[in-house]
């Protein structure tokens, strides 16, 4: 299934590259973007929990501050959280977040680029589902309202505004109010489509 995603988003950046009008990448510009999570969740001692397939779509602002240089903000609805795997089923965490990433991006080259920046988040809805032998689970989980973390990536940008991008979270803030702690963890592969 995720190669699906990932051949899908691939193929729909070359048609949209193929058709799309040429402009300079060096512009500054907004857009749209959309693409695929691989959501899990970070726990002191524990390590990582297994992941959550998801989603996340927003808009973009790209400001260039010199020809190789630009910042990036974004406004994100993210499918967050994660899964973990017992012998009598699997427990799902849903956690969804609207996120704004704020992004230094460099461009090596005109179309190649880096990025990195913080992103802070706000929980907007959560919900846990358990499919397996016994289907009565009792939970009074309440996550933080607030998240933020790092994010690392980078990507590729057609002259005509098409990316595609592969993006990693390195959550800091802690999900919950438990003495373990818990950090989100989210790989991000998105298309993106200047407007």
């Not at 051949?7 to 695929?36: E, P, R, T, W």
């Not at 461009?107 to 907007?124: C, D, M, R, S, W």
């Not at 590729?156 to 592969?166: M, R």
């Not at 702690?181 to 298309?191: A, D, E, G």
Request: aromatic fraction near 14%; avoid cysteine; charge should be negative.
């Amino acid at each position: 299934m995720k190669k699906t995603y990932l051949s899908i988003l691939v193929i729909l950046g070359l048609v949209f590259s193929m058709q799309a009008q040429d402009k300079s990448s060096n512009d500054s510009n907004f857009g749209l973007k959309a693409g695929y999570n691989l959501a899990a969740v970070s726990i002191d001692e524990d390590g990582e929990t297994g992941q959550r397939h998801g989603f996340h779509v927003g808009l973009y602002g790209e400001s260039f501050i010199t020809n190789n240089l630009a910042l990036q903000v974004e406004v994100l609805y993210s499918q967050q959280g994660y899964e973990v795997e017992y012998a009598t089923g699997t427990f799902t965490q849903k956690l969804d977040y609207i996120n704004v990433p704020l992004m230094f991006k460099v461009y090596p080259t005109n179309n190649f680029f880096l990025e990195v920046g913080p992103q802070a988040g706000l929980a907007v809805s959560h919900k846990e589902t358990y499919e397996g032998t016994f289907v009565d689970i009792s939970s009074d989980y309440e996550p933080n309202k607030f998240d933020w973390g790092m994010n690392f990536g980078g990507g590729f940008k057609t002259d005509s505004g098409v990316s595609i991008g592969v993006r990693y979270h390195l959550g800091l803030g802690d999900v919950n109010e438990e003495d373990t702690k818990h950090h989100n963890r989210v790989w991000m592969f998105s298309l993106g489509f200047d407007l």
